[in-house]
């Protein structure tokens, strides 16, 4: 059975930063692309970051390019974040979700429950 | 940047049908894929690639694609359906890729 369990989130200052860490097991990681997705406090859905099963290609939203930065450990089955110069509109539940791997499209097919990241000013 | 449209609500009775539409440019030239996620709840596919559907989720659940329009289809609904639907696709038409959410819509079962 697939597993992802994220970690890492918590109570932060503006300007400071995190490491969100998301372990995955049930399934052959290293062949799965992986991305984060974060929701904020009565929103949507926003998608942060995507990274391919040999991290070969990233991508990232408008919203966090530069400041945030998506890395993996295959050996580890591990999905990472590293978020810097946090900001009050980062505040949101960050779920790490695993690509189904269709051709040319992004199909999250297993989502963590997600962790809580609050930006304090 | 690519914008998928999504009416902020829908609201059906037990037993009817509900459509939550989601707009885009040549969205039928897109692969669409639909989430719902209910309150402390991770979210969860209900119909990837326009109209399949992954094992476990009911029959009800069905969606089409085509021109500017992806629909997903909820029949005979049920309580429990009472959630906040997302679409989503994958653009790479512009000069990077990227994975776009639609606004989401809350469904309320009446």
């Known amino acids: 059975e697939v597993h992802l369990v994220e970690s890492g989130g918590g109570l932060v200052k503006a300007g400071g930063s995190l490491r969100l860490s998301c372990a995955a097991s049930g399934f052959t990681f290293n062949t799965y692309s992986m991305n984060w997705v974060r929701q904020a406090p009565g929103k949507g859905l926003e998608w942060v970051s995507s990274i391919t099963s040999s991290s070969s290609y990233i991508y990232y939203a408008d919203s966090v390019k530069g400041r945030f930065t998506i890395s993996r450990d295959n050996a580890k089955n591990s999905l990472y974040l590293q978020i810097n110069s946090l900001r009050a509109e980062d505040t949101a539940v960050y779920f790490c979700?695993?690509?189904?791997?269709?051709?040319?499209?992004?199909?999250?097919?297993?989502w963590g429950q997600g962790t809580l990241v609050t930006v304090s000013s | 940047s690519y914008v998928l449209t999504q009416p902020p609500s829908v609201s059906v009775a037990p037993g009817q049908t509900a459509r939550i539409t989601c707009g885009g440019n040549n969205i039928g030239s897109k692969s669409v894929h639909w989430y719902q996620r209910k309150p402390g709840q991770a979210p969860v596919v209900v119909v990837y690639d326009d109209s399949d559907r992954p094992s476990g989720i009911p029959e009800r659940f069905s969606g089409s694609n085509s021109g500017n329009t992806a629909t997903l289809t909820i029949s005979r609904v049920e309580g429990g359906d009472e959630a906040d639907y997302y679409c989503?696709?994958?653009?790479?038409?512009?000069?990077?890729?990227?994975?776009?959410f639609g606004g989401g819509t809350k469904l309320t079962v009446l």
């Open positions: 989503q696709v994958w653009d790479s038409s512009s000069d990077h890729s990227t994975v776009v």
């Open positions: 979700a695993r690509d189904l791997g269709l051709r040319n499209t992004v199909t999250l097919d297993y």
